[in-house]
């Protein structure tokens, strides 16, 4: 369950990339908290600024103006950042090189751990990971990422995970490349994680739907900016932004259905 503890915390971020005319402000005042074990999904259409929150939060930018804070500190060494947040993206053939065995690559993502474990310790600690996602160690043996369908690949993120255990989980689009079969047990994976590791999981998405499912709060982001916030009830039934009412109007029949009811 969510508690008080201030995980993140941003005071008026503002992110503009290019200069002159061409400059674009992809987060425009923005100001939020993020708790510690909350599911916090930030929602909205292509070109929001939520993947650029999403890369704020992972330390991957830095703000042009307001400051995030992460555990109320700011974001000052990456490498130490990362050992406590960590990300699963859309696209899971981008994040594993094609030259190298899944395997190898998994052991490798140990590196960044705070305690490195002995070379024993560190295989059983990746066939841990791989039954935690359903993964037999000895289908995979040997094998490249292309060599694996794109479920299976997802499942890979998520083995990384269980073997790094972070403090907090940024999902952006995890789902998107799969069929509804996989994005269920998927789902059912990153709600295994959460509960094992007690982590935060910020969920990056397009879709209201999901983050009603999974949320403890919702941010609506809308032309950079949060432009509403709340628990899933008070979102998805007593809509306020008219962009929480047209991604809502999006979802044939739903939002109708929930209204009425």
């Known amino acids: 369950m969510p508690n008080d503890v201030n995980i993140f915390k941003g005071k008026n971020i503002t992110c503009i990339f290019g200069h002159g005319k061409k400059s674009v402000k992809a987060l425009d005042d923005v100001s939020f908290d993020i708790y510690d074990e909350e599911i916090v999904s ?3 259409e292509s070109g929001c600024g939520k993947s650029v929150l999403a890369k704020l939060l992972l330390g991957l930018i830095k703000p042009t103006g307001g400051e995030l804070l992460y555990k109320n500190a700011p974001i000052k060494n990456q490498r130490l950042h990362w050992q406590e ?8 053939y981008s994040c594993f090189n094609q030259f190298f065995t899944i395997r190898s690559q998994l052991k490798a993502a140990a590196g960044i751990m705070k305690v490195k474990p002995s070379k024993k310790e560190l295989e059983k600690l990746v066939d841990e990971a791989l039954m ?5 160690p000895s289908e995979i043996e040997g094998k490249y990422p292309f060599e694996l369908s794109g479920g299976q690949m997802q499942r890979m993120l998520l083995a990384r995970i269980f073997i790094l255990k972070p403090k907090v989980l940024i999902a952006d689009e995890p789902t ?6 996989v994005r269920a047990n998927i789902l059912d994976y990153l709600m295994k994680l959460k509960q094992e590791l007690k982590m935060t999981i910020v969920f990056i998405t397009h879709d209201i739907g999901l983050a009603y499912y999974v949320s403890d709060r919702i941010f609506i982001m809308s032309k950079g900016k949060i432009v509403e916030q709340g628990n899933p009830d008070d979102i998805v039934l007593r809509p306020k932004h008219e962009q929480t009412i047209k991604l809502l109007d999006d979802i044939p029949n739903v939002h109708k259905k929930w209204i009425d009811r």
């Open 42 to 44: 930030v929602v909205g």
């Open 85 to 92: 947040v960590q990300c699963v993206f859309q696209d899971p």
């Open 132 to 136: 935690a996602v359903n993964i037999i």
């Open 176 to 181: 998107s490349m799969v069929d509804a079969c």
